[in-house]
């Protein structure tokens, strides 16, 4: 292997692929990057195991030659040192070249022999049918998943809680979340798709925050292709492999209410910091609880804490109740998280008892999402 490549496109490269790397992995190998290096482009690869990614870097960009390629070959090597040699190189051109195991890389008057790992020796990518397929706009699959990956259930809780299910189903696409203490879904109608086209899988948080990451500040389209334990994503030059959890989702339908007693409208804005200020009185406290008493046009909210004290703020609201007042203990932070999914200039909160699970939507409806959020007993 033997090449020249321009710095800033090949660390482009480097810091998307190393996002998926586990430093503590049980495959020395899978510590590594590897490069592919052929006659019209280099190929960036890492794993660990559960979501891998490739990056490609064509030889040529609008015209200009960013690889000049001499000789083709591949190579896996250490990622850590390496993306740092890379990033703090001399010069905007770095010459590679490879030899058995080892790989000098050039600089200006800068020169390293980096040790490397047997190439044959890295697991191959595994390859799915391009049969099944979905393509989504990228701003909207940003959206789904900033607005659900939140709900997801913390690390061997439970695994099946651990990614957020998506379903098709008359061509509407329905992307849900819960940790069992709080829900989100959110609903896309795809006019596109074939009416029909079905499919139920549950991708993990892991990969959703990864690829996230690269789509929230993009355009263009997401390809989806999909089998029954894994996915591929297909985004600009950057491919995700993803290996799906596997069981049945819950069914969350029933948990969402339909019949309420009280709800109230209000700025989410102003809401999001009343909240925010009344939280600090019990945020040390392991539930954070604050208290929510609604009455015809305004919103109390108050919290308390042994330590600290205790703290109240008042919004007027647009509020409608069945009784004279309505009052429910909830999570600050959970009821703050659920607006900032929301991200609507006026939410509209619902509840269907003190002690049922509430929900929180956009006043105006124009988003198809549901927050959805269980109280706490304070006795």
Same mark, same amino acid.
């Given at each position: 292997?033997?090449?020249?490549?321009?710095?800033?496109?090949?660390?482009?490269?480097?810091?998307?692929? /190393?996002?998926?790397?586990?430093?503590?992995?049980?495959? $020395?190998?899978?510590?590594?990057?590897?490069?592919?290096?052929?006659?019209?482009?280099?190929?960036?690869?890492?794993?660990?195991?559960?979501?891998?990614?490739?990056?490609?870097?064509?030889?040529?960009?609008?015209?200009?030659?960013?690889?000049?390629?001499?000789?083709?070959? &591949?190579?896996?090597?250490?990622?850590?040192?390496?993306?740092?040699?890379?990033?703090?190189?001399?010069?905007?051109?770095?010459?590679?070249?490879?030899?058995?195991?080892?790989?000098?890389?050039?600089?200006?008057?800068?020169?390293?022999?980096?040790?490397?790992?047997?190439?044959?020796?890295?697991?191959?990518?595994?390859?799915?049918?391009?049969?099944?397929?979905?393509?989504?706009? /990228?701003?909207?699959?940003?959206?789904?998943?900033?607005?659900?990956?939140?709900?997801?259930?913390?690390?061997? &809780?439970?695994?099946?809680?651990?990614?957020?299910?998506?379903?098709?189903?008359?061509?509407?696409?329905?992307?849900?979340?819960?940790?069992? *203490?709080?829900?989100?879904?959110?609903?896309?109608?795809?006019?596109?798709?074939?009416?029909?086209?079905?499919?139920?899988?549950?991708?993990?948080?892991?990969? %959703?925050?990864?690829?996230?990451?690269?789509?929230?500040? #993009? #355009?263009?389209?997401?390809?989806?292709?999909?089998?029954?334990?894994?996915?591929?994503?297909?985004?600009?030059?950057?491919?995700?492999?993803? %290996?799906?959890?596997?069981?049945? *989702?819950?069914?969350?339908?029933?948990?969402?209410?339909?019949?309420?007693?009280?709800?109230?409208?209000?700025?989410?804005?102003?809401?999001?910091?009343?909240?925010?200020?009344?939280?600090?009185?019990?945020?040390?406290?392991?539930?954070?609880?604050?208290?929510?008493?609604?009455?015809?046009?305004?919103?109390?909210?108050?919290?308390?804490?042994?330590?600290? #004290?205790?703290?109240?703020? $008042?919004? &007027?609201?647009?509020?409608?109740?069945?009784?004279?007042?309505?009052?429910?203990?909830?999570?600050?932070?959970? %009821?703050?998280?659920?607006?900032?999914?929301?991200?609507?200039?006026?939410?509209?909160?619902?509840?269907?008892?003190? %002690?049922?699970?509430?929900?929180?939507?956009?006043?105006? *409806?124009?988003?198809?999402?549901?927050?959805?959020?269980?109280?706490?007993?304070?006795?």
């Amino acid at each position: 292997m033997k090449f020249t490549i321009e710095k800033s496109d090949f660390l482009e490269g480097l810091n998307h692929v /190393a996002r998926v790397i586990a430093p503590n992995s049980l495959f $020395e190998i899978l510590k590594g990057i590897k490069l592919e290096l052929s006659s019209n482009n280099l190929v960036l690869k890492a794993s660990d195991s559960l979501v891998s990614v490739e990056f490609i870097i064509d030889a040529y960009k609008d015209d200009k030659e960013i690889i000049t390629i001499e000789e083709e070959g &591949q190579v896996v090597l250490p990622s850590r040192n390496f993306i740092e040699i890379i990033r703090k190189a001399p010069t905007n051109l770095i010459e590679f070249e490879s030899t058995d195991s080892f790989i000098k890389i050039h600089s200006g008057k800068s020169e390293f022999n980096i040790k490397g790992y047997d190439a044959m020796e890295y697991p191959e990518f595994p390859v799915i049918s391009r049969e099944n397929s979905l393509k989504l706009e /990228a701003t909207v699959f940003n959206d789904i998943i900033r607005e659900t990956v939140f709900c997801t259930a913390p690390n061997d &809780q439970r695994p099946i809680l651990e990614g957020v299910n998506f379903s098709l189903k008359n061509k509407i696409l329905t992307a849900t979340a819960t940790d069992s *203490y709080r829900l989100s879904r959110r609903q896309v109608v795809l006019n596109d798709e074939d009416a029909e086209k079905e499919f139920n899988l549950i991708i993990p948080r892991k990969a %959703l925050t990864y690829f996230q990451r690269m789509i929230e500040t #993009g #355009g263009d389209e997401v390809e989806i292709f999909y089998e029954n334990n894994r996915i591929v994503l297909y985004y600009q030059n950057v491919v995700y492999t993803v %290996l799906l959890i596997s069981g049945n *989702y819950p069914n969350t339908e029933k948990l969402i209410p339909t019949m309420f007693e009280c709800s109230f409208t209000a700025n989410s804005r102003e809401f999001f910091n009343a909240v925010d200020r009344i939280s600090l009185m019990s945020r040390e406290d392991k539930d954070d609880i604050i208290k929510l008493v609604v009455t015809e046009g305004n919103l109390e909210i108050s919290s308390q804490a042994k330590d600290l #004290g205790s703290a109240v703020e $008042e919004l &007027q609201v647009n509020s409608k109740l069945e009784d004279d007042s309505f009052e429910i203990s909830v999570s600050g932070k959970y %009821l703050k998280d659920a607006v900032s999914a929301i991200a609507s200039e006026e939410i509209v909160i619902k509840f269907s008892g003190e %002690l049922t699970a509430f929900i929180v939507q956009p006043s105006d *409806y124009h988003r198809d999402i549901i927050e959805l959020i269980l109280p706490v007993r304070t006795y």
